[in-house]
């Protein structure tokens, strides 16, 4: 078996796969989000990260409004080629609420995670 060759991911019938976004350097878990096949061509093309917007219905680089990019170290592939994992080094907060994460509280609502920016100064 040639674990060399490219893999080619498997969008599924609706064009999209989660991508989990994680920190290079520490492990720390930053955000879930989509990716379409344009979104990957231009994460590999440019070296920062860019997602689908479902809500927005459009491609979207990470930190283009806020400042906050990813930078991507490295694309991985899961077992089944349907889902991606992004490792970057991000540049403040991954969370649109101005948290570092996305997985800032528990589920009983206990803040964990770092608020480094303020959003209402970021996306007034």
Request: charged letters at 30%.
């Amino acid at each position: 078996m040639d674990d060399s060759a490219a893999v080619d991911v498997d969008f599924g019938e609706s064009g999209l796969v989660p991508a989990v976004a994680q920190d290079a350097e520490n492990g720390e878990v930053l955000m879930l989000a989509y990716v379409s096949p344009e979104a990957l061509a231009r994460t590999r093309e440019t070296g920062r990260a860019h997602y689908y917007s479902r809500s927005r219905d459009e491609l979207w680089e990470k930190g283009a409004t806020s400042g906050h990019v990813q930078s991507v170290a490295e694309v991985r592939v899961d077992c089944d080629a349907d889902t991606l994992l992004y490792l970057v080094d991000q540049e403040g907060g991954a969370c649109h609420t101005g948290h570092r994460s996305c997985f800032y509280r528990t589920i009983e609502g206990e803040t964990v995670g770092e608020r480094v920016f303020d959003p209402d100064t970021v996306y007034e």
